[in-house]
């Protein structure tokens, strides 16, 4: 199984590690198959995400996924964070072992479910807005391999 560079860049280097004390939303999903957990925090101003920190126990594509996703979703509006899939990230790292792809997903859903929470955090119903935050249980078209 190979890594890309920049698989092992942000790895080795992960962006935006940690915990933002005040976060306006924190979104923690788990990966049903490997037990994994990664747990994401943001900042929100005016519908942008101005700040994002994350917290990953997972495996080194799940770091490296939620380390490019935070930089892709940093200064981009929840809108255009909702919108980001795990084939983009992936396509962002240069690709993923299939075995890995999995591990990706993660990344996305931590964004959708810290998205969620900012909105009940308003009293708003998220539902509409995000959608379905789901596991990787192999149902929902993944790619999962294991
Ligand atoms: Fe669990 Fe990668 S093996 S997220």
Redesign the pocket.
Known sequence: MAYSEKVMDHFANPRNVGEIEDADGIGEVG?A??G?IMKMYIKVDNDVITDVKFKTF??G??IATSSMATELIKGKSINDALKLTNKAVMEALDGLPPV?V??SV?AEQAIKAAVSDYYKKRGVDPTLIVGEIKECDHDHGCGCQL
């Open positions: 990966n198959k490997c994994d997972g495996c594509a799940a890995k999995h591990c993660l």
